[in-house]
């Protein structure tokens, strides 16, 4: 018998992401445009656009950015200028630590 793992998502993530959908939802009907108007637009089918307006943490993110962005959501409180910077700033950043990260090795004291 196989065990089936489920993945669970923390009570801030699952609200942050409820909220981001909600505010999709809202911002599309401000603007008076239909599910398949924004879904078209944005590239995806409906049934993935009705997945993220009701805040389901599996859809892609890439594809929830796209649509928020479409409805005029700001994401990361930054226009374009500052995102650019913030990106060249985290990548000379990065560029200062290390490539990856390994546990040590844990030393076994046997000695008794």
Do not use: H, N, W
Request: hydrophobic share 40%; with cysteine; net charge positive.
């Amino acid at each position: 018998m196989s065990k089936i793992s489920v993945r669970t998502y923390s009570r801030y993530s699952l609200e942050a992401i409820s909220l981001l959908g909600k505010l999709i939802r809202a911002a599309r009907k401000e603007r008076k445009m239909t599910a398949q108007e924004l879904s078209d637009r944005a590239g995806i089918s409906r049934g993935l656009l009705q997945r993220i307006e009701k805040g389901d943490p599996k859809c892609e993110l890439g594809a929830t950015f796209e649509v928020a962005v479409i409805v005029g959501i700001k994401l990361f409180d930054a226009d374009a200028t500052a995102l650019t910077r913030q990106i060249r700033q985290t990548d000379e950043k990065l560029a200062l630590l290390p490539k990856s990260v390994r546990r040590k090795a844990k030393v076994v004291d046997d000695d008794f």
